[in-house]
Every structure is written in C-alpha cells, then in structure tokens.
C-alpha cells in the first residue's frame, strides 16, 4: 500500500508538473505574446491597409493621444480574452485534479495582466517601426527572450520573460516545480511598469514624427 500510494503521488506531481510546464511555456511565454504582437503591431498598419487611417487623422485629437486612445482600447480588448483562456486554462486545471495551480489562480491572472501591458506595448513600438512586424517580432523573440533572457548575467533583463519568472516565482508551485526564485519581485514589476510606459511612449512619438501612407504601405 505504501508503494501504490507513492507511485500515486509521483504520477500526480508528473501531471502537474506537465500541465504547468504547458500552461507557463506555451501559453504564457509563447501564444500570448504572438497573439499580442498580431493584434497590437497591426494597431496602425490595419488602418493602413484598409486607407481608414486617414478618416482618423482628421479628428480634433493629436496625433500620439489617437494612438493612446487606440492603443488602450486594443490592449484591454486583449486584457479580456486572455483573461477568458487563463480561466479557461484553471478550469481544466481543476478538472484534471491539478489543484496546485488552481489555488494560484489569482498570482496567475495577475501575472498575465501584467504579461499582456509589456508584450502589447513592445508590439505597438513593433508595428510602428516596420511594415514586416511579424518577422520583426519573431526575431526579437528569438534573441532576446529565448537567447539573452537564458543567459544568467545582468543582460537578462532586457528579456521580459525573465521578470515574468520572477513574478510566477511568487506561487510556490513555480517555485517548486521549475526552481524560480522570486527575488527581486518589486524590481521586476518597477522594470516592467518602467517598459510599458518607455515601449508606448515611443511608438506614439512614432506614429506623431513619421508618416504613413497608403500607397506606400501597399507598394513594400
């Protein structure tokens, strides 16, 4: 009996560490942010394609707040599907018996609020500075996030994914199934905080100096 109970608790804790190894790699560090970078690098390049952008120029508003105005409304149009396949996610936590994660539910929501401001933000600065975002964006995950955000030096802070680690760190489940830690928590939400601000800052100081223009969109 003692050996069936530990062969149990070893498959349960192979399970959960298998469904958390899925929800943090796939979802968090890899669908969401593609998904973000498709939804907000086209914020502007959409408009273009569909020669509206210029209907929108003509309002009484700036050029940077009409892109803040678009860019909040996106990113909280964002915020609300994530937040429906996060939940989504711990339901199927619950039905397959990972409790673990579960009881993380609310460190989880948190952590992808704060995941979908930074990767939205990065996308729009993305959109802005080229036509191919796409391209751009999957390049800048591969250096970055997946090369530079490995290496354990300082450079690794330019990687949002390290501080999004850093944060899950926070439930002991991360901590213990991946050996995160989570020191550094409130310098990585100052980063990230700090990042959101920078990113779209400069993606409507874009958008406000540079032109954009139909023809030209189409013609690349």
Not at 26 to 55: K, M, S, W
Not at 61 to 71: N, Y
Not at 93 to 118: C, D, P, R, Y
Not at 143 to 150: H, L, Y
């Amino acid at each position: 009996m003692p050996l069936l109970a530990s062969l149990g608790w070893f498959a349960h804790e192979e399970q959960v560490s298998q469904f958390t190894h899925w929800v943090i790699f796939f979802y968090l560090q890899l669908a969401l942010p593609l998904y973000c970078l498709a939804v907000l690098g086209d914020l502007i390049r959409g408009e273009l394609q569909t020669n509206t952008l210029v209907f929108l120029a003509t309002r009484p508003l700036s050029r940077a707040r009409l892109f803040l105005i678009k860019f909040v409304c996106e990113l909280v149009w964002v915020q609300c599907l994530a937040a429906t396949s996060t939940g989504l996610l711990l339901g199927i936590a619950l039905a397959l018996g990972v409790n673990e994660l579960a009881s993380a539910a609310a460190k989880i929501f948190a952590i992808q609020i704060v995941a979908v401001a930074a990767y939205g933000a990065l996308s729009a600065l993305l959109g802005m500075l080229h036509r191919r975002f796409l391209i751009v964006g999957a390049i800048y995950g591969l250096v970055v996030e997946i090369g530079i955000g490995q290496i354990p030096t300082n450079i690794n802070n330019l990687s949002i994914n390290r501080h999004l680690r850093t944060l899950m760190a926070n439930a002991s489940g991360f901590q213990k199934w991946h050996g995160w830690s989570s020191e550094g928590t409130f310098t990585s939400v100052l980063i990230l905080a700090a990042a959101v601000v920078i990113l779209t800052g400069l993606a409507a100081l874009l958008f406000t100096w540079r032109e954009y223009h139909y023809n030209e969109e189409m013609n690349k």
